[in-house]
Every structure is written in C-alpha cells, then in structure tokens.
C-alpha cells in the first residue's frame, strides 16, 4: 500500500514535472517518507504538500526536496552540509547520494527524532549538530555542497566561505514569505557565480545571517 503510493508519488510528482536525475529518483522511490512526518499525518505522507512536523516548522514538499537535490549535481563522493535538519527526510536523501552529511538543527527536539529515524535506517554517514547553522561548521569545513532548507533573507556568506572550490550551495533567497532558489557556486578563483532557480516558499532561517525570531 505504502510502496504503491512512494511509486506513484515518484511518477507523478516528480519524472513528470520534470525531475530527470535518476539517481534522485531512485534515492526518493527508496526513503520512505512517511517514517519522518507525524503519527497523525501517515495517511497524507505522499500527498503532493509540505506538511507540519512541530514546533511551527515543515518537511518539505518531496518535488521541492527533488529540485533542490537535483540542483547540487552529486555524483558520490561530496562532503555535504545541510542546515535545517527538520525531519531528517532531506537528510536521508542526501546520505544516499552523498560521501557524507554534516546536517545542523537550531531546534534540539527536532533533531533528536531525526537523528533515532535515521538512526534506525542505519545510516552511519550523517553527523549532527545543534546551533545556529548559519555560521556553518567551521571545524568541518569545507564542503562540496551546502543546502540550506530555510529562507535566508541574503547569501549567507559565512557558509560562502565554507565552501571548497567549485563547491555548489543551493539556498532560497528572498522575504519572509516568499523566496527564489539559488545555485550558488564558488568559482576557480574564489568568486560568487550565483543562478536562479524557481521560486518557493520555505520556514525563514533563523540566526546571525538569518532572519531574527
Ligand atoms: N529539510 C527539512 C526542512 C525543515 S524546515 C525537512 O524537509 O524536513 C527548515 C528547518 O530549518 C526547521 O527545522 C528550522 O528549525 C530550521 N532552521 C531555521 N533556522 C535555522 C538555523 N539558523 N540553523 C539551523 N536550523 C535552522
């Protein structure tokens, strides 16, 4: 039943708007994202939405988590750095295709049951931090790819720095309420080439080089 809906919620949510990495596709057919959404909210896990998971935050909806992983172009072997852990689903994704996640939560609850999810999913390539995720995490640094799964009113250029060169950050930029996905990439000689994607509409990303509460 559950397995039927994953299938068709690949198929119509993502080949056929567009999605074509099918290394994306096959990661989203095989994480099941009804193990990260609440109890409650079983029955519309692969509903075509973002859905509430506490705390005022959200997963997600699975084409945008697509788009943006799409995005970053990995191949196998990137050092990944996500900021907004949330439910973990995006974080699950990545470990899939990715050498290894260093994922940041601002919020310690939401993490803790991320982390036993993906615990449980014996994932062992992702490492977890609570703090502020828009001053990055230097002492891993740098990384091939960073993800920030909230709205970010500019580029955070802390996490600019912490790419490593030719390293891809894929951010929504914009207001509150609205926003645009950004490639950003760090180019052969240390400079910002930035390319936008579609628009969106995330949680806000709060923190230093973020939103303030
Ligand atoms: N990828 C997640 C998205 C969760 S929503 C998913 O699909 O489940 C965005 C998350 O970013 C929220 O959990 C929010 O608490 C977190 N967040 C917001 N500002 C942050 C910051 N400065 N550092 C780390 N996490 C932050």
Redesign the pocket.
Known sequence: MIDERLKIMVKQQLKQRGIVDERVLSAMSKVERHL?VNKSDIDVAYDDRPLV?G?G????QPLM?AIMTETLALEGNEKILE????????TAILAELGKEVYT????SS?QNDAKNVLKKLNYNNIFFKV????IGWDEKAPFNRIIV??AAPEIPLRLFNQLTIGGMMAVPVGSRYSQELKLVIKTENGEMKVENRSRCI??????EE?WSK
């Open positions: 990260f998971i705390c935050q959200t997963i997600s988590v900021i907004g852990t949330g439910s973990g689903y995006q940041i939560e601002r919020i939401l703090c502020d995720g828009t799964t909230a995330f949680v806000p990303l709060i923190g973020g």
